[in-house]
């Protein structure tokens, strides 16, 4: 067991790098399984239970994590981003033990703080001071320990005066400041962190961001989850993506916040191959912007280049490739695609075509949808791809837009005769 | 304060458990959880710790009045008034502490859902709240029993180890019923219907011995309860030295098996069914 390399004796300003490959781990979670059932008629009473006891009892299994496996350092700040629905709560309740794994284990180095659902879980009948310290006994510190801190948590939280008040009687700004506050002060060595950094007023939330970099500092090791990418970006070193109760990508946070805007807007609802054969497949489709970047926003009469690639699956003496954009509401706004009469002079199975498409960006400010087709040529011009929403972006602009496009134009008025004054 | 290497092993984490988390942590949270409620319910009041024993009380007034004038069960039994308090106060406890904890994980869903620790903690602070409650009340009745006559004897000694069955039944049934509560609701119906019977069950309103049944298969039957052994022993050991003990009223040691094994099958049951279930509560909720 390496020991103690300390990541807080180098007081960097600004960004702590990374700690690097040989800090100690301090997450380790290997083929995590969580699935929950649920009851396709819920029995809820014994009443039920006792009058039919031989009822057959369904359930619907509900995969949550299917085979989940990362490590995290001491040190880092680790961000975890996933659509509704994705695994990623269960990962931090599984990760906080207030879930039990159906399967793979977590090994955990240190005292872990959670932070869960805008709270760590308060009795609104008791005080402030009474929940801070209860809170502080279940996060592992003593009660003497707690008591001694009760102060400057509640000074954090910036609720002196009310601090003897019912949280029932709370606002849920001054709950949650609470809440973050006893989080902060219980010292962990691990943070769990979900979907925080929204509340409070704007002083507040400078405090909690502070607080943050403060603990980056320090070299705490800290599990971000959110929807929000800018925070993941800003904050963490690593971060991963999780669909469907699996990883879809871990590494560099800009990277997973890239995958996660894709998720959000071609997975499940927008993106439908709505023809396709065995004959050929779409491997890539984005949008350029100046310097070669891939965007999904474009401002209002800026360069945009369409690129895609794909792969033939079966000779295919030439393709024919089209576009069309269609805008929010499904309206046809341009199509193009290449000519009838191109030859590429056979195309083996295998072999990738790329297409890279420019056009002169006329479009009105607001959101399209890039739909792409294939065609076979020139045997029977058969159609054999076709898919619908492949890309969507937004284009925005200083001044919104009636139309459809922004058309070259020029305008002038011109005084013709002064009327009387 | 934590950061020294050697807590930042890796270690295995489990999930949520009954127990797990350490013996300090547990009792750290158990005592702050029962005092805390404790104070919130006592202090939070005007007139607090009054309100708690204006209950047993009142039951105590209305009782003593329908059992000595009216129906005249007590009214040839020296003690009938202190037997009386006595038996009320500690069922009262038995009563509170279980109808309580039956709601008690439920209720303290925010806890469970956020946080991770031994999830006994919740129940056991409940009838632990009951118990000071009982403590508090306790020294109102053995007032009344002194002033009543009584004299006190070396057996008074006893009187904790009956506190401790007491205690230890009540804690058994509250693990069993607020884990039970999580899944069936109608737990809370069927269970402040079952504290009725069992007050009826259990010797408080009429005593066993000379003045009791004239039918001896009443008292083995009541005998199998074993809050009646409890009570009957607290009457020997306390007030009447000479009213028969558990087993001469129940016609032999042997007629005490069926109450012991109640009450062990009870204390196990409620110990493994909370234990089974403790990890999935948090899902249940």
């Known amino acids: 067991m390496p020991v103690d390399n300390t990541t807080e004796s180098t007081p960097s300003i600004g960004r702590p790098t990374l700690p690097g490959p040989d800090a100690p781990l301090a997450i380790q979670v290997e083929n995590l399984r969580k699935s929950f059932r649920i009851p396709t008629q819920r029995v809820d009473s014994l009443k039920e239970r006792a009058?039919?006891?031989?009822?057959?009892?369904?359930?619907?299994?509900?995969?949550?994590l299917d085979g989940v496996s990362f490590e995290i350092r001491r040190g880092e700040f680790f961000g975890i981003v996933g659509r509704n629905g994705s695994g990623k709560s269960t990962l931090l309740k599984l990760l906080a033990s207030i879930y039990r794994a159906d399967g793979g284990s977590i090994?955990?180095?240190?005292?872990?703080?959670?932070?869960?659902e805008l709270g760590v879980g308060f009795n609104h009948e008791l005080t402030a001071r009474q929940n801070v310290v209860?809170?502080?006994?279940?996060?592992?510190?003593t009660p003497k320990e707690m008591r001694r801190r009760l102060d400057s948590v509640i000074e954090f939280a910036e609720l002196g005066e009310f601090a003897d008040l019912k949280l029932k009687n709370y606002s849920s700004g001054m709950l949650v400041r609470l809440a973050f506050a006893v989080m902060l002060e219980a010292d962990a060595d691990i943070l769990l962190i979900d979907e925080v950094l929204a509340v409070g007023d704007a002083s507040f939330q400078q405090k909690c961001a502070d607080a943050f970099h403060e603990m980056k500092e320090v070299g705490k090791t800290i599990v971000l989850v959110t929807h929000d990418m800018s925070t993941v970006e800003s904050y963490c070193h690593r971060a991963t993506l999780i669909s469907d109760g699996k990883i879809q990508h871990i590494g560099d946070p800009a990277e997973v916040g890239r995958e996660y805007l894709r998720l959000n807007f071609e997975g499940g609802t927008s993106a439908r191959v709505t023809s396709a054969n065995a004959d050929i497949r779409l491997l890539d489709i984005w949008i350029e912007s100046v310097g070669a970047e891939r965007v999904r926003n474009i401002e209002s009469g800026q360069y945009l280049r369409i690129r895609a690639q794909v792969e033939l699956l079966r000779e295919t003496p030439a393709i024919q490739v089209g576009f069309t954009i269609t805008n929010v509401d499904g309206v046809g706004v341009f199509q193009f695609g290449t000519d009838s009469d191109e030859d590429a002079g056979g195309l083996t199975p295998g072999s990738r075509v790329s297409i890279d498409a420019e056009i002169d960006n006329l479009l009105a400010p607001g959101r399209?949808?890039?739909?792409?087709?294939?065609?076979?040529?020139?045997?029977n011009r058969a159609v054999v791809l076709h898919v619908e929403k492949a890309l969507d972006f937004h284009v925005f602009g200083a001044a919104p837009s009636q139309g459809l496009v922004e058309l070259p134009h020029t305008i002038k008025t011109a005084v013709e005769n002064q009327g009387p004054r | 304060m934590s950061t020294s290497a050697a807590n930042l092993k890796l270690r295995e984490v489990r999930g949520p458990s009954a127990l797990g988390g350490g013996p300090r942590r547990f009792f750290d949270l158990l005592w702050l959880m029962s005092v805390t409620e404790f104070k919130r319910v006592y202090f939070g009041t005007v007139l607090g710790y009054l309100w708690s024993l204006a209950r047993p009380l009142m039951l105590f007034g209305v009782l003593l009045f329908v059992f000595t004038k009216i129906f005249r069960v007590g009214h040839n039994l020296p003690y009938y008034p202190v037997l009386l308090l006595l038996g009320i106060v500690l069922y009262t406890f038995f009563q509170e502490a279980t109808t309580t904890s039956v709601t008690s994980v439920v209720s303290q869903e925010g806890v469970v859902r956020k946080t991770q620790f031994p999830r006994m903690v919740i129940p056991l602070a409940t009838v632990l709240t009951g118990a000071f409650n009982l403590g508090l009340n306790l020294i109102v009745v053995f007032v009344f029993i002194l002033a009543w006559g009584v004299v006190p004897t070396w057996?008074?000694?006893?009187?904790?180890?009956?506190?401790?069955?007491?205690?230890?039944?009540?804690?058994a049934l509250g693990m069993a019923l607020s884990v039970l509560y999580v899944r069936f609701r109608d737990v809370a119906i069927i269970w402040i219907v079952a504290t009725q019977v069992l007050f009826y069950g259990t010797p408080i309103l009429y005593p066993l011995g000379k003045h009791g049944f004239e039918n001896r298969t009443y008292e083995r039957l009541l005998m199998i309860n074993p809050l009646t052994v409890i009570f009957e022993q607290v009457r020997v050991w306390v007030i009447e030295p000479g009213a028969p003990t558990a087993p001469d009223?129940?016609?032999g040691w042997l007629w005490l098996l069926p109450a012991a094994v109640i009450f062990v099958g009870t204390c196990v049951f409620g110990a493994w069914i909370f234990n089974r279930e403790a990890p999935r509560v948090a899902e249940e909720l």
């Not at chain 1, 009058?51 to 949550?64: G, I, M, S």
């Not at chain 1, 180095?109 to 932070?115: E, T």
């Not at chain 1, 399209?368 to 045997?379: C, I, L, N, Q």
């Open chain 1, 51 to 64: 009058v039919r006891p031989f009822a057959p009892r369904t359930y619907r299994e509900l995969q949550a």
């Open chain 1, 107 to 116: 090994r955990i180095a240190g005292r872990l703080a959670p932070f869960i």
């Open chain 1, 134 to 141: 209860l809170n502080g006994v279940m996060m592992g510190l």
């Open chain 1, 368 to 379: 399209y949808f890039v739909h792409f087709g294939v065609k076979r040529f020139p045997d």
């Open chain 2, 155 to 171: 057996t008074w000694l006893l009187f904790p180890f009956a506190l401790t069955l007491l205690f230890t039944l009540a804690a």
């Open chain 2, 249 to 251: 009223a129940a016609g």
